[in-house]
């Protein structure tokens, strides 16, 4: 098979709350046990995930910031982290400030993009972004440089309100800086099969979104929510959960979906 480089996928949904970070974090760790390279780019200014993946404060000297402005090269970003085949570009408060400083500047939206352009992302064969909670700067850019997106939606009422926006925001970037950006699916989280209302959001988004969504769905898992302050993926605190189950349900699915 031709080698068409690494799936990038954007984690992204302007709600915050949702899983993304756990999505990206485990999702990347589920991957990575499964042989894959894996990068998982932090684009959050809350840096949640490079806290999840155990890169203390101190350790964060060169950022993502450094990526979208001082275009600080990819391979001086990345960290190897304690489990195997798992990569991090880690985030700090600092990416805060990228809005206003890129402001209107030409070029603004492909700061990502370039930063991937070098030979070092050929060595990954998925690159995860986790987005921030806002259809920003920084998510416009995770969406110029990402092959596709992955939507965590979170079971609740009101779950699908925010979707539509998010698609527009996709279709607008297909229309101009990334013509071959597609919705690789959506994820739901914090599932509880005890609760009606569970099923029925399940119900609305097979429905309206088909096969979009994936057979797999993250249960709530308190095991889910621990780990990061522990620095592990799930996978590692506690293989046997139900959240690791689930999260590498979800990477065989999406590994059956890729490869088909
Ligand atoms: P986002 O990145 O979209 O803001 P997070 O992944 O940080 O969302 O999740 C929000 C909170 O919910 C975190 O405290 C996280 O640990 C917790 N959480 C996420 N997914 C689950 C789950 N499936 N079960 C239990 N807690 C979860
Ligand atoms: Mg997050």
Redesign the pocket.
Known sequence: MPNDGPVILS?A?Q???????????NLGAALAARGQSVLIVDL?P?G??ST?LGVALDDRIVTTYDLLIEEAKLQDVAQITDFPNLVIAPATTDLSSVDIELGKSEGRILRLKNAFSGAAIEAFDYVII??P?SLNLLTLNAFVASTAVLV?L?TEFFALEGLSQLLLTVRDVRDGANPALRIDGVVL???DKRNNLCIQVENDARENLGDLVYRTV???????????SFAQPVLNYDPNSR?AI?YKSLASEMLKRHEG
């Open positions: 984690v949904n709600k915050g709350g949702v899983g993304k970070t756990t999505t990206s974090i959050d809350q949640n995930a999840g986790d987005c909670p965590p979170q989280t914090m599932y993250i249960p709530r898992n308190v095991r889910l929510s621990e780990a990061p959240g689930a």
